[in-house]
């Protein structure tokens, strides 16, 4: 029996890898930032992620503190841990092999999800959708939450802000040639070590941010993070060791595919997601 695949069915199928895609590409893109830039495997990267999502949910429990102001202060709490990270551990593997800068920040992947295991167990936490983009709208093909359509918007404005920032700016092109020729950039006075440092915590700043995005859709547990970390690994690869614009649209297009594959092979329409 034949299988008629409805432009519908393809529209479904697009909006929801979107979805899907939004966090993809904003991972990646930290990950390309510390992987395809700094040389530097960061496995720990999903573990920044998961610690995004749960200093939001813990702002909100114990501090009252709400999701728009957790915007900024999560990020700001990651990014400032990944800069510790890089100043007393990942510093000392410059140079060397990328199977240690693996080991270490996979060890430590591990030890900080088993922390939060320890103080949270695996059962997630609920996030609350912020009061203002509750509710959907019905776009004819399907029923789209509106804070699912404002983190789709919000990680294309970010990720695109980015890629100007470190491909136009004279700080991103510091940054690229320190990269390239250390030694000639520290002629010209700049602080390549504070610059590799305030980079790292830019990466990991990113997955702090995603996790604050995606705790409201996502449950905040600390396995979510390891169960995201290879696919966004792949999009780092797949669009480009240190190639940002390839990250960016690897991470969409991965999206996308999964779920068009998803709802193609079951041969039924794709589910709308539910209200928040």
């Known amino acids: 029996m034949g299988f008629d695949l409805t432009w519908e069915m393809l529209a479904q199928a697009t909006m929801l890898g979107l979805m899907n895609g939004a966090f993809y590409a904003l991972l990646s893109l930290g990950l390309c930032i510390t992987f395809g830039i700094l040389d530097i495997v960061n496995f720990a990267h999903g573990a920044m992620y998961m610690m995004g999502a749960f200093v939001a949910w813990m702002l909100m429990s114990y501090l009252g503190i709400g999701f ?13 841990f990944g800069m ?13 092999h990328h199977i240690y800068g693996l080991l270490l ?8 999800e088993g922390i939060f295991r320890i103080g949270y167990s695996v059962s997630g936490q609920r996030y609350p959708v912020p009061e203002a983009l509750r509710g959907g709208v019905d776009l004819g093909f399907i029923f789209m939450p509106i804070y699912r359509l404002w983190v789709i918007g919000a990680s294309l404005v970010i990720c695109f802000g980015i890629w100007l920032a470190i491909n136009k700016t004279r700080l991103g092109s510091y940054l690229r040639a320190s990269i390239e020729n250390a030694p000639l950039v520290r002629a010209f006075g700049i602080n390549v070590p504070r610059l590799v440092t305030l980079t790292f915590g830019l990466g990991a700043g990113l997955a702090g941010l995603t996790g604050v995005l995606a705790a409201p859709i996502f449950s905040v547990s600390p396995l979510m993070g390891s169960s995201i970390i290879v696919v966004v690994f792949a999009v780092v690869v ?18 996308i595919s999964l779920w068009r594959w998803c709802c193609c092979s079951s041969r039924v329409a794709c589910p709308a997601p539910r209200p928040e």
């Open 68 to 80: 728009w102001p957790s915007l900024i202060i999560a990020p700001l709490a990651i990014g400032l």
């Open 84 to 96: 510790l990270i890089e100043r007393t551990m990942v510093m000392r593997l410059y140079g060397l």
């Open 105 to 112: 920040t996979f060890g430590m992947a591990r030890v900080i």
């Open 238 to 255: 797949i669009g480009g060791l240190g190639s940002i614009m390839g990250s960016i649209m690897g991470g969409f297009a991965l999206g």
